[in-house]
Nanobody, 122 residues
Framework: QVQLVESGGGSVQAGDSLRLSCAASGIIFSRYVMGWFRQAPGKERAFVAAIDYSTYYADSVKGRFTISRDNAKNTVYLQMNSLKPEDTAVYYC??????????????????WGQGTQVTVSS
């Protein structure tokens, strides 16, 4: 059974930092493309970042967010710096088969976590 469990969300002030973690089980983690998506209130889920042997970012977070992975711990991270109120959303971790996934396309990811809330106040 595949499980992706996010943690690290919370409520912060604009300009603060947070680090999200996503622990995976039930997959050969090192083989998967790992992604972060987010869904703000009233909006569709949107791509944030992804990592395989490279990293990929949405323009809105480039230079502020950093995705990384620790294959020994089966964990992917999202370091979020200089947070803005518009970063407020539920953040989801996703895992995709490298032969099938398109990094920015949520429908191409096979497995999803339950999400963690990030709230940034001004």
């Amino acid at each position: 059974q595949v499980q992706l469990v996010e943690s690290g969300g919370g409520s912060v002030q604009a300009g603060d930092s947070l680090r999200l973690s996503c622990a995976a089980s039930g997959i050969i983690f090192s083989r998967y493309v790992m992604g972060w998506f987010r869904q703000a209130p009233g909006k569709e889920r949107a791509f944030v970042a992804a990592i395989d042997y490279s990293t990929y970012y949405a323009d809105s977070v480039k230079g502020r967010f950093t995705i990384s992975r620790d294959n020994a711990k089966n964990t992917v991270y999202l370091q979020m710096n200089s947070l803005k109120p518009e970063d407020t959303a539920v953040y989801y971790c996703a895992a995709g088969d490298p032969l099938r996934v398109r990094v920015g396309v949520q429908g191409s990811y096979a497995y999803w976590g339950q999400g963690t809330q990030v709230t940034v106040s001004s």
